[in-house]
Each structure stands twice: as structure tokens, then as C-alpha cells.
């Protein structure tokens, strides 16, 4: 794209008895914010005894006369609506953290949740919190693959999962996971498979309340996994001071006013569904839609109407499926109270902001971060003009830049300095360290942490630029990581499942591009000597992939190749694969491997 | 098409996408999402597998109507072989 703006800007016009934004003026806010006055917008622990987030998400408003509002309103897939009020949500957190102490699991130890959308999840998550334990969970379409591996590198003591996942994929690795003292099965009634325990039985002999004890607003809450070029997954650390971040950026970016309804369509098992499918509504004080089906255009749409949802946080590829189910779906329901829709995941592609303008009456206001940074970073606002394809500015309290690289991905330095590069010029996207949400380390992995961190930047594998009025457009990622359906995945996770099979050479994986999901995940595999290149291979092939990787990460298409292109070090040309496969130029091949 | 057909179509189509169900052990009257993992991306490169095999494209709004096997292979009885 070689003009800032192919699209026209969508101004913003003052909604008649719209709500006022928490933000009225953008330019202002970033003058006058600072972190300090964002966390006096929280409580404390009673007695200066630190910060804690549950007790920010949940204890304080009940303890402010608000226990009797509704905190969850959980869909399930069939059935009538169940809603849990703040007052119960906090006895039910109680109950889970009195659990975890009854256990003799201790601070800071890792507790981990592998289930669907469902309301023990946000119970267990908010009473891990209470007892100073760090909460990490795991996306249910995980095969037992990446889910071994999180459990391990995380050295899980708790986790807390369904009959169903747990049969189907966590049974198998418990010899493999040593430290995994105790598996609470939720739905499971009074029985359950052997080594496992029933949470509701556990729960229902636990008591109603808990004190949380004095947490310093460094200690661990939440560890988050992400996937890099190579090597095993990340664990991000995240600390209880996030939740400042939590807050602000709730307030500020998705403009949550107490007692709206607000639906996040992220699951927990991401980050944003934590993040802002958990906590920053409830720290808001808005009641969260919880939803537990997957997508359905048709139930999206009257979920958005039933629940009289004002606020809505979803995603690039389900946005790209309302488009192709049509905007004659979207206008036969009364969409009236939403006031604002933000999408995260990937960047929202221009036609997509502007269709939803026509088709639901408001714009989409996309915005960018990512696990590391633990909340929004950069953001389309309330207040402020839409560039559709843009993924907005700053949020006050964050300094952005762009930083000049060479074309192996180093960045180049001046006087030993990275450099910023100026308005239009692409470059590393890359964020001043200090907000409070920000990853405190990668899990047992310094030197990985250190490696994310120049000359006083935190660099962010994104590759972007800066228009002259200070909007930030995203270019692509840095590195060979995929984005599917809004979902970070490793390529060098999955091509080592598929080398596990006996007639996989080698394999090289890359992100395929797909009008819907943003990348489909494409495997280009080489055949030992002898194998039958065919579709029943083909098939066995996948199905190990599937199987224990989950349809999340397998790929979702195999194509047999004589030999992969690599650099003279060895690694495979992911870069080359791509461009291949679309067609394009194949570029400077000056450190291919003659082919 | 006969109905054991458009059975087989659908199975292949489903084995095309999900290769480590197995198709002995599914209840065709059961939604398939709750016996196979799949996702909203392997569901609708399934029903691009069922198209290719029978001609027969299920747009949006009917894919309620298709969610288990017997119901798929139901609604493709009802349009197999009509003009498109």
C-alpha cells in the first residue's frame, strides 16, 4: 500500500444520549495520564497489605454495596442463561482458594485450568488469585501435546479440567507429568477417574470465606504461553500490578462504564480472554456474556440482541465470517444498544471496519498487543477518528516507536543506540518499558527474556509503521510465527510432531494466507525414500498431527515435496516456502543451498 | 445418489478433514463437534469436501441443518442432484 490512507477516515460525532467516553479528548488524557493515578482507581489490599487482583475484579465491589449486580451472565450452549453475581462469584473463588489451601498448595505454585467456557473456570481462576498462586490457562482445542508441554515447562501442581478433556487427553500423560499433584475434574459429580478428584465434592466442603493475604503487587498471578520461531513454547509471567493495566486499558480502550454489558468473545485459554474476558470487566464492574458454544453467526447475533450487549470485543476471523454470512442476517435484529466494538487478533482488514459501519451501525475499533504486554497497547478510541486498517495510537501511559532494521531482522544501531525511524518509514514496532502489565520474564528462560529487550525498548517481533498524524499500521510479523484465527503458533512445534511419523523426513511449516482465519496452516512435508506420496498417507499424516497437537495448531493441509529449501547453516527458507506457495517473487536467495 | 452413498460421501469427506475420527465409533445422530475436535475452520473445509463429493453446497444459514451425520446426509437427499 503505498497511500497512508486508501480508505476515507471515519469521523467521530458525539452520540445523541450516548454515553459520554471515558476518554473525551485523546491528545489531553496522554498528557495528564500517569500509571501512579491509574492505580488509585483501584483499592489496595485492606490495611496497605499490596495489590491483588481478585480482590480488585471481584472482593471490593462487594464489599462497596454492588455483590447483588450481576458479574456473569454464562451462556451455555443449550439452555437458559445462568448469571452469577458478584457476591457469588466471590463466595465461589472462596470456596476455590480454601480448596487450594486444604490441598497445601503454596504460593506461587502454578495452577492450571483446561476447560471450555464454563463458570467453574472464572471461579478457579479468581480463588487461584486469592491464594497467591499463578493462573495459567490452557485453550481446550490443545491436543496432549501442547498441553504436556505447557504443563511441564509451567511445572503444574494444579490443574483443573473436565471428565471429557481429561480422559481424552490429559489420562495418557500423567506418568509424564510427576508434578502434577492434583487433577480437580469439574462436572464430574461425586466420581471420577482415578487419580483424579471431584471439584464440586471439594468445593461443597469448603467454606464460604477467605481473607486474601497480603500479595505484593510483584508476585506472580498469571503465566501466559506464546510460541516463538523455534524452540518450545514461552511462559510469559505476568504480576499482580497488571491489573492496573487491566483496568485503565478497560476503561480507556473499550470504554467500560460501570454496569454495562460487555462481551468479550475471546476464550480464557489466550490471553485476551483473561485479560479482558475475566478480569478488566470485572475490575470495570460490568457484567461479562460468557459464552459457551463456538461461533454461529445466527446465535452471535442474537446474543448480541437478547443480552442487550453495549460493548464487544471479538475478533478479525469472526468478523470476516458475519461478513460472508451477509448484512441481511445482521438487520433482522435489534443491535440498538451496542455502542462500541473493538476487534483484536490480528489487524482488522480496512473492508471489514467499514462493513460493519453499514451492517451493525457502528465501526470497528481495532486494537494491537500481544501476550507479552499483557494488555492493549495501541488502540482505536471512542473519541478519536477512525483510519480503517490502522491499528489506532498509544494508549496514554505508552510510548510507542518504530525502530530501524536491516533485512535479516537486527536492528540497526546507531552509537551502539537502536534508532527510531520517521513517519512512513517501516521498522520493528517497539514499546518503552514501565507499564505495569508487562511480562516479567519468560518462564526458567532469562537469556529468551533478555534477548526481547534493546538499548531501553521492548522489541515486539512486529514489523509496522507510524503515518505523520501518529497512527500505527501493521506491515507484518518480523519472524516465522503464525497467526491463525487470532491464535499464535510456532512453526517449529508442529513440524516436529509431524517428524514423529516414521515416513517424515523433514518438514517445513508456514502460514498460508485465508480470507477468513488470516492464515491457514500449511505443511510442506519430504518422504523418506520409498514412501508412497498418497492420500491414505496423507491422511495418516494428519491425523498423527491432529491427534496430538489438536485442530488448533495441526496443520490443515499436507503437500508432499522432494526437498525443502534451506540456508547454508541448515535451517529451513520458511520465508522461501511462503513465497512459493503465493507465487511471488523468491528474493535474495544469495544463502539458499543451491536447489 | 442413493442415501448409502451420500453416507459414504459425508464419512469421506469427514476422514478428508478429522482422519484420526473413527467413523465406527461416531453416533451418526450426535453433533459431530461433540465426538470429533474440530474446529469452525476443519467444518468448513468439510462441507467443501461433501460439496466436491455431491455437487451440493450448504450455504450459512443451514449450517444448523448439518451438524450430526444422519442430518447431513438427510439434507443432501433432499438437494442432490438439483439444479444449481
Redesign the interface.
Known amino acids: 500500500m503505498t497511500s497512508t490512507f486508501a480508505w476515507p477516515a471515519i469521523p467521530k460525532a458525539p452520540r445523541p444520549g450516548g454515553a459520554e467516553p471515558n476518554m473525551p479528548d485523546y491528545e489531553r488524557e496522554c498528557e495528564t495520564f500517569t500509571w501512579e493515578q491509574a492505580e488509585r482507581e483501584l483499592d489496595g489490599l485492606p490495611g496497605r497489605a499490596g495489590l491483588n487482583i481478585a480482590h480488585e475484579a471481584v472482593t471490593r465491589h462487594v464489599r462497596a454495596g454492588h455483590g447483588g449486580d450481576c458479574a456473569l451472565r454464562w451462556l451455555p450452549r443449550a439452555g437458559a442463561p445462568e448469571e452469577l453475581t458478584y457476591e457469588e462469584l466471590e463466595r465461589r473463588s472462596n470456596r476455590f482458594a480454601n480448596v487450594l489451601e486444604r490441598l497445601g498448595v503454596a504460593r506461587g505454585e502454578r495452577v492450571f485450568c483446561f476447560t471450555g467456557r464454563i463458570p467453574a473456570l472464572y471461579a478457579a481462576a479468581l480463588g487461584t488469585l486469592k491464594h497467591g498462586c499463578v493462573f495459567s490457562p490452557l485453550f481446550s482445542?490443545f491436543?496432549p501435546e501442547p498441553a504436556r508441554q505447557r504443563l511441564e515447562i509451567g511445572d503444574a501442581r494444579v490443574l483443573v479440567t473436565t471428565p471429557a478433556l481429561y480422559e481424552?487427553k490429559i489420562a495418557q500423560l500423567r506418568g509424564s507429568l510427576p508434578d502434577l499433584r492434583h487433577v480437580l475434574l469439574a462436572g464430574a459429580g461425586e466420581g471420577g477417574a482415578a487419580g483424579t478428584e471431584s471439584l464440586e465434592r471439594l468445593l461443597g466442603e469448603a467454606s464460604d470465606d477467605y481473607e486474601i493475604p497480603a500479595t505484593d503487587p510483584e508476585e506472580p498471578a498469571l503465566l501466559h504461553f506464546t510460541s516463538g520461531t523455534t524452540g518450545m513454547p514461552k511462559g510469559a509471567v505476568h504480576v499482580h500490578q497488571a491489573v492496573v493495566a487491566h483496568h485503565a486499558t478497560g476503561r480507556l480502550a473499550l470504554d467500560l462504564h460501570a454496569g454495562d454489558v460487555f462481551w468479550c468473545t475471546a476464550d480464557p485459554g489466550w490471553v485476551t480472554g483473561t485479560s479482558y474476558g475475566i478480569l478488566s470487566p470485572l475490575t470495570n464492574r460490568v457484567t461479562s456474556v460468557v459464552d459457551a458454544a463456538?461461533?454461529?453467526?445466527?446465535r452471535w447475533y442474537s446474543t448480541l440482541e437478547e443480552q442487550q450487549v453495549n460493548v464487544w470485543y471479538t475478533a478479525p476471523t469472526a468478523v470476516r465470517?458475519l461478513m460472508?454470512?451477509?448484512a441481511e442476517?445482521a438487520s433482522g435484529f435489534d443491535l440498538g444498544r451496542l455502542r462500541f466494538i473493538a476487534s483484536v487478533g490480528e489487524p482488522l482488514n480496512p473492508e471489514a471496519v467499514v462493513w460493519a459501519e453499514d451492517a451493525l451501525g457502528l465501526p470497528i475499533h481495532d486494537n494491537w498487543w500481544q501476550t507479552e504486554t499483557g494488555g492493549i497497547m495501541i488502540s482505536n478510541y471512542a473519541c478519536m477518528e477512525i483510519r480503517p486498517g490502522s491499528m489506532g495510537k498509544p494508549l496514554p501511559g505508552v510510548r510507542a516507536g518504530i525502530l530501524a532494521r536491516d533485512d535479516d531482522g537486527d536492528l540497526l544501531l546507531r552509537d551502539g543506540e537502536p534508532e527510531e525511524v520517521g513517519p512512513g518509514v517501516e521498522g520493528e514496532l517497539a514499546l518503552r518499558p514501565g507499564w505495569p502489565s508487562m511480562f516479567r520474564a519468560y518462564l526458567g528462560e532469562e537469556e529468551r527474556y533478555r534477548r526481547c529487550f534493546a538499548g531501553g525498548w521492548y522489541r515486539t517481533g512486529d514489523l509496522a509503521r507510524r503515518d505523520e498524524d501518529g497512527y500505527f499500521w501493521f506491515v507484518g510479523r518480523g519472524d516465522d510465527v503464525i497467526k491463525?484465527?487470532g491464535h499464535l503458533i510456532g512453526p517449529f512445534e508442529v513440524e516436529s510432531v509431524l517428524m514423529v511419523h516414521p515416513d517424515v523426513v523433514e518438514a517445513g511449516v508456514i502460514g498460508k494466507p485465508?480470507p477468513?482465519?488470516g492464515s491457514?496452516i500449511k505443511a510442506f512435508v519430504v518422504l523418506r525414500e520409498g514412501a508412497e506420496p498418497d492420500n491414505a498417507l496423507r491422511?495418516?499424516i494428519?491425523?498423527?498431527a491432529?491427534?496430538r497437537l489438536?485442530?488448533?495448531v495441526a496443520p490443515?493441509e499436507i503437500e508432499f515435496v522432494a526437498d525443502l529449501p534451506r540456508t547454508r547453516s541448515g535451517k529451513i527458507m520458511r520465508r522461501l516456502l511462503k513465497a512459493r506457495e503465493l507465487e511471488l517473487p523468491e528474493g535474495d536467495t544469495s544463502t539458499l543451498e543451491t536447489a | 445418489m442413493t442415501d448409502a452413498e451420500l453416507r459414504a460421501a459425508v464419512l469421506d469427506s469427514l476422514?478428508?478433514?478429522?482422519?484420526?475420527a473413527d467413523p465406527g465409533a461416531l453416533d451418526p445422530a450426535r453433533p459431530i463437534?461433540d465426538q470429533v475436535?474440530?474446529?469452525?475452520?476443519?467444518f468448513?473445509?468439510f462441507l467443501v469436501a461433501v460439496a466436491e463429493r455431491t455437487g451440493v453446497e450448504v450455504p450459512?444459514?443451514d449450517?444448523?441443518a448439518v451438524d450430526t451425520i444422519d442430518a447431513c446426509v438427510a439434507y443432501l437427499a433432499g438437494r442432490v442432484g438439483e439444479p444449481a
Open positions: 482445542a491436543g481424552r463456538e461461533f454461529d453467526a445466527e465470517m460472508r454470512a451477509g442476517l491463525s484465527a485465508d477468513v482465519a491457514r491422511r495418516e494428519l491425523a498423527l491432529r491427534t489438536g485442530p488448533a490443515k | 476422514a478428508e478433514v478429522a482422519p484420526e463437534i475436535d474440530i474446529d469452525s475452520m476443519d468448513l473445509d450459512e444459514r449450517y444448523a
